[in-house]
């Protein structure tokens, strides 16, 4: 079979734009699950949470163990405290000095607190070469940009043209795209140029392999933020400090580690007042495998279309450079406009549920490609 994983491969862009017309072809919306893209694909195949492999955002809270980097933290701690310029300092050593994102945006007083710990499934072969799900194919892998989307499909064609059956491939354009532009005409024009690439190739292989089915998956839609908001913790409960609380805040997910119960207490009800985010429960942390303290007491997940406007993940000197693109992350809900995902089946023995969550769509998938 021709199994695809295209990444923000949203499931209102594709009803809207290719599915209409194709034959024997099903297709199903799939809700998210929390997070982001460096914890989704692990669930998504493998069925690996956080909870088993140690992180559920790129950065965890764990002690940092580069001594230099502690060393640098500690001693440009101060900058915090003189506006923008600990974030000018941050960008400067991430893009000049290390050229490696080893401050990210995160406050430096805050810095050796912290460990990134991501690690991309489909990063290279050595995380998905290892799991059986994958023995019987031959590979098309973008591998998180290194081969750009033409370098890639020319990959994928090739294995159709030389009479793979079993091909497995990843593709993360989509997912480029919309990080820059807002879902609209643009954002369309350009996602339609690389679907209609795709396609041509994926019609190539129902020739040859007419007997063959095909899978297209992706982890989470693509939606626009539209809002930028700041929840003002320190206002309500002073400066963020070791002693008291630190509150790592993404762009849709805000990770808040408090050094007392009844701190924590306080800042849940807080932060359960703003309907544009919600307080994930204990039960609810369970059923997304992100119990773990070491993700934070509190995890505080913004709605489609909101954005924390205090970004320690930055990749930017401006404090709103995530104001009107495309983002995803928010929390889970079947109303969200853009950001549900797509699961596609064309020429398949099984037939699709009405809708999937994660637990099912790993379940299909693993079923689907082992019966290849």
Not at 98 to 107: D, E, S, Y
Request: hydrophobic share 35%; glycine share 6%.
């Amino acid at each position: 079979m021709l199994s695809l994983f295209v990444d923000a491969l949203s499931y209102s862009y594709l009803k809207e734009h290719f599915i209409g017309d194709m034959p024997n072809v099903q297709v199903a919306p799939m809700i998210q699950n929390v997070g982001y893209s460096s914890s989704l694909h692990w669930e998504l195949y493998n069925n690996i949470y956080p909870d088993d492999h140690g992180y559920f955002v790129d950065w965890v809270k764990e002690n940092e163990s580069n001594k230099l980097i502690c060393l640098i933290s500690d001693m440009l701690a101060f900058t915090d405290y003189f506006g923008n310029l600990g974030v000018y300092l941050r960008k400067v050593l991430n893009r000049y000095i290390f050229r490696k994102n080893l401050f990210a945006n995160i406050p430096f007083r805050f810095r050796k607190y912290f460990s990134c710990k991501s690690d991309y499934l489909f990063w290279d072969k050595k995380n998905y070469g290892r799991y059986k799900l994958f023995d019987s194919y031959v590979f098309a892998m973008q591998d998180e940009g290194k081969k750009s989307f033409d370098e890639n499909l020319a990959l994928l064609k090739q294995h159709v043209e030389n009479g793979e059956k079993n091909i497995f491939g990843v593709f993360g354009e989509v997912d480029a795209i919309g990080h820059t532009l807002p879902r609209g005409s643009e954002y369309d024009a350009k996602v339609d140029s690389c679907m209609r690439k795709l396609f041509q190739v994926i019609d190539l292989y129902r020739t040859k392999q007419p007997d063959k089915s095909i899978l297209i998956v992706s982890d989470h839609g693509m939606s626009t933020i539209n809002n930028l908001v700041d929840v003002d913790l320190e206002k309500k409960f002073g400066r963020a400090s070791k002693k008291t609380y630190i509150a790592y805040s993404d762009t849709a997910i805000m990770c808040v580690f408090c050094e007392t119960l009844s701190l924590k207490e306080q800042m849940e009800d807080y932060l359960s007042q703003f309907e544009y985010g919600h307080v994930l429960s204990d039960e609810e942390r369970k059923l997304y495998g992100i119990s773990d303290k070491k993700f934070g007491d509190i995890i505080f997940n913004l709605k489609e279309g909101y954005g924390f406007a205090d970004n320690w993940f930055g990749k930017s000197i401006r404090r709103n450079y995530n104001f009107h693109v495309g983002m995803h992350g928010f929390w889970p809900e079947w109303t969200s406009k853009d950001q549900l995902a797509s699961v596609v089946l064309i020429n398949g023995k099984e037939k699709l549920a009405e809708r999937y969550n994660y637990r099912s769509a790993c379940e299909l998938i693993n079923e689907v490609m082992k019966d290849e």
